[in-house]
């Protein structure tokens, strides 16, 4: 088995403030996580905003150097230093997939230049025929299609389509690899599902392996092979994706679970959360801890 | 004994512009009938674009151009006298503006002024609708923080010193310190994280129970509506498509709109494939003639195309605008096998 991205020990700090009131915040820390050529599958890291979850996909995706630690896709060091055709090719492997398509989307430009301008810079195709057939393609995978999209811009689309023309425009290249950074978040309900199931559907079908970031867990549960869930900066649960949900262990995933509101008992107006539950995860943070394994197969954060 | 203090006939809100001789209509709102009793939190449902913040303006009377009200009335039953929003001049508006009538927003980043001090912002809002200074004033709203659970020391900061749940426990505060008896709370949750989310949510209902106030409840996740709301009511395209007691909607809904909205809300133990709906909502400037959901239908027929269908009563207490109504039961079927798996 090979590996296809490979993080290793990866931190990541930053430093707030002046000389004098100068604080380090502690983004990532310590975070491993490898993925594999050969079995495609869609890798969810769950965590609540300030956990370090999109720290951690930028870092992925070159866009940020960790502080210590190291990222490697297919082998080689993910940097943004390095040389543009280096950089360029990496670029055409790992793709991004942003949270809000309506600010994906420059609104005075069409959607079909981007499409078009990631299609003549990664597959370096010059004829007009070439160019819209990679174009068609990307666009049928996602269930659209080249004559529906071509002329529009992106206000004339709905936040479904939209998200949907933005992964299409990520497909164009190929890439083993998409990171899809809270893809359904802004995508009104009845339109959700449909991004969701594409996702499912692109490592299925075309074997494309997705980091899927999200807050949601019930989503998480629904499409994800492996995840972790990240509580500020550390991992402190990562194994198989219904193993861990099913009955998470850690006291912050318990936390998680049990603020996720569920239909099962509409009408009743449950909305209670244990305090102690709270207390207990809250006191957690500021401890080190180790991951250990467990039987199952996941690693959990212990401490003491 | 259960009063209406909202009474809703047939509203029609559109847009209405002109635009360099172009005339341009939005049918934002049209032809909504609805009741809200008291004492109760009525959830509405709707993705974006749906009308569904135009029927809250109207509501909450910040009806301005260019929105205009063209048919029917909102008529507030409140303890100082009736009042038709729609009509209403605005020295009423006024008097009945937090006291009576409150509003929770959205984004509390920015409904909150990030260069003046909550006890400042504090002053603004409650300090003449509460007709009180000096000590009686400060206690009142010390009062209102201590039921919020935050501590006094809030009054002294600025927003940007606060977390995300805290501040929007502040604009729950600011529209609810002079217990007024109807509030509209606009995706109050939409921004939060799921932990603090539910604690929100609790506290906007203990708060209600314990005013005895109606809420008005928007937001397009229905798995918020399941916990929260007593009845909902989903608006499609401008039109209120369905309404009932919130565990009949869920596990009995009658709209075939509303069944795929429960049908596709994933759940954590359950990993069977779920539908995805095809289309997208309509527009308001052109929407489809007859029923406005029938291009998105899985059980359409010719006469949705033709003839829209009426708001009529398919079991107690329950409302649905469906030619086939009776036939959205096996839309469901799988989301109760799993429930008595569970």
Redesign the interface.
């Known amino acids: 088995m090979s590996t296809l991205l490979e993080v290793k020990e990866v931190s990541k700090q930053f430093t707030m403030g002046g000389m004098l009131s100068r604080k380090i915040v502690r983004a990532v820390e310590g975070a491993s996580l490898s993925l594999s050529v050969e079995k495609p599958e869609i890798f969810t890291i769950i965590g609540e905003s300030g956990s370090g979850k999109t720290t951690l996909a930028r870092m992925i995706l070159g866009l940020e150097l960790p502080s210590s630690g190291e990222i490697s896709f297919r082998g080689k060091t993910v940097s943004h230093k390095v040389g543009r055709a280096e950089r360029l090719e990496f670029m055409a492997n790992v793709q991004p997939v942003f949270q809000n398509p309506f600010e994906a989307f420059n609104p005075l430009k069409r959607i079909d230049r981007y499409l078009e301008s990631t299609a003549t810079r990664f597959l370096k195709l010059r004829q007009r025929d070439d160019i819209d057939a990679a174009m068609d393609g990307a666009l049928q995978k996602v269930g659209l299609s080249l004559a529906e999209v071509r002329g529009r811009y992106p206000h004339e689309m709905s936040g479904g389509q939209l998200q949907r023309a933005a992964i299409a425009r990520a497909l164009i290249p190929n890439p083993p690899l998409l990171v899809a950074d809270e893809p359904v978040s802004m995508v009104d309900a009845s339109l959700r599902m449909s991004i969701v199931n594409l996702l499912k559907s692109l490592r299925d079908d075309l074997k494309v392996s997705v980091i899927y970031i999200t807050h949601d867990l019930a989503t998480a549960y629904y499409i994800s092979n492996r995840l972790i869930i990240m509580q500020r900066g550390r991992i402190v649960e990562m194994g198989d994706a219904r193993t861990v949900l099913d009955n998470p262990e850690h006291p912050y995933s318990r936390l998680l679970k049990a603020s996720v509101l569920s239909t099962e008992d509409a009408g009743d107006g449950k909305l209670a959360t244990d305090p102690g539950m709270v207390a207990l995860a809250g006191e957690l943070v500021s401890k080190p801890g180790r991951l250990v394994d467990r039987p199952d197969g996941r690693l959990v954060r212990v401490y003491g | 004994m259960t009063q209406d203090i909202l009474t809703v006939d047939g509203l029609k809100a559109y847009y209405q512009m002109n635009y360099f001789g172009v005339e341009r209509e939005v049918r934002a709102v049209d032809g909504i009938t609805m009741t809200v009793r008291k004492n109760e939190i009525y959830g509405i ?1 709707g ?2 674009s749906s009308g569904k913040t135009s029927f809250i303006k109207v509501l909450a009377a910040a009806i301005r151009p260019p929105m205009r009200v063209v048919d029917g009335s909102a008529k507030f039953n409140f303890k100082n006298g009736p009042i038709d929003v729609t009509t209403a001049t605005p020295q009423q508006i006024e008097s009945i503006r937090w006291r009576h009538l409150s509003y929770i927003m959205q984004g509390s980043m920015s409904t909150l002024n990030p260069v003046r001090r909550i006890g400042k912002t504090f002053e603004d809002f409650a300090k003449r609708p509460l007709a009180a200074s000096g000590t009686p004033y400060r206690e009142r709203v010390l009062g209102h923080l201590e039921r919020l659970k935050l501590p006094a020391d809030v009054l002294n900061a600025y927003p940007h010193e606060l977390s ?1 749940g805290m501040r929007q426990r502040v604009t729950i505060g600011l529209a609810t310190v002079c217990h007024p008896e109807f509030v509209i709370a606009d995706e109050p949750t939409t921004a939060l ?7 929100v ?2 506290l906007i ?1 203990e708060i209600q129970q314990d005013m005895g106030s109606s809420v008005v409840f928007v937001t ?11 009845r909902v009511g989903i608006i499609y395209a401008g039109r209120l498509v369905e309404e009932g ?7 009995a809904p009658k709209h075939p ?1 509303t069944a ?3 049908a ?8 069977t ?6 289309g ?2 309509p527009s308001l400037a052109n929407p489809p003639a007859g029923c406005r959901f029938h291009p998105r239908c899985p059980l359409a027929i010719d006469k949705c195309k033709t003839e829209v269908p009426p708001l009529i009563p398919v079991a107690n207490d329950h409302r649905s605008a469906c030619w086939r109504w009776q036939d959205v039961g096996p839309l469901v079927k799988p989301h109760q096998a799993n ?1 008595v798996m ?1």
């Open positions: 449902a993705e974006s995300g994280d799921v932990v603090v989310q539910k604690e949510l609790g209902r397009h996740d229905m798995s918020v509506h399941a916990n929260m709301t007593d007691p919130t565990r009949q909607m869920f596990f709109y795929h909205l429960v596709s809300l994933p759940r954590i133990g359950d990993t494939q779920r539908p995805a709906l095809e997208r909502p429930r569970a």
